[in-house]
């Protein structure tokens, strides 16, 4: 059974920042090209950026380029999201995801493409 646990979210104030994390629990994850998504209340779960499972290929929604920067090491806690320059339309539930990859630079953007969620963690940014 594949499990995801985020963490790092909290209440910040815009302009500041914040680093997520996402821990896989049982396994490697080498093999899995991973995700971050979000869901504000009211709002359809959205793209916020994906990374391959070599690491080497990342992308990002429009909305947080330049802002925002996923990484993964998969020797240890296997994916992060830095967040910085906040903004309060930022302010949502920030869940990862999990897939197996069908070739290592490969990544994934919709939520149709990852089988494996985790719970979410909630980073809440006021003005």
């Known amino acids: 059974q594949v499990q995801l646990v985020e963490s790092g979210g909290r209440l910040v104030q815009a302009g500041g920042s914040l680093r997520l994390s996402c821990a896989a629990s049982?396994?490697?994850?080498?093999?899995?090209?991973m995700g971050w998504f979000r869901q504000a209340p009211g709002k359809e779960r959205e793209f916020v950026a994906a990374?391959?499972?070599?690491?080497?290929?990342?992308y990002y929604a429009d909305s947080v380029k330049g802002r925002f920067s996923i990484s993964r090491d998969n020797a240890k806690n296997p994916m992060y999201l830095q967040m910085n320059s906040l903004r309060p339309e930022d302010t949502a539930v920030y869940s990862c995801?999990?897939?197996?990859?069908?070739?290592?630079?490969?990544?994934?953007?919709?939520?149709?493409?990852?089988?494996?969620w985790g719970q979410g963690t909630q980073v809440t940014v006021s003005s």
């Open positions: 049982g396994r490697s994850f080498s093999g899995y090209a």
């Open positions: 990374i391959s499972s070599s690491g080497g290929s990342t």
């Open positions: 995801a999990a897939r197996v990859a069908l070739l290592s630079g490969n990544y994934y953007r919709a939520v149709s493409d990852y089988p494996y």
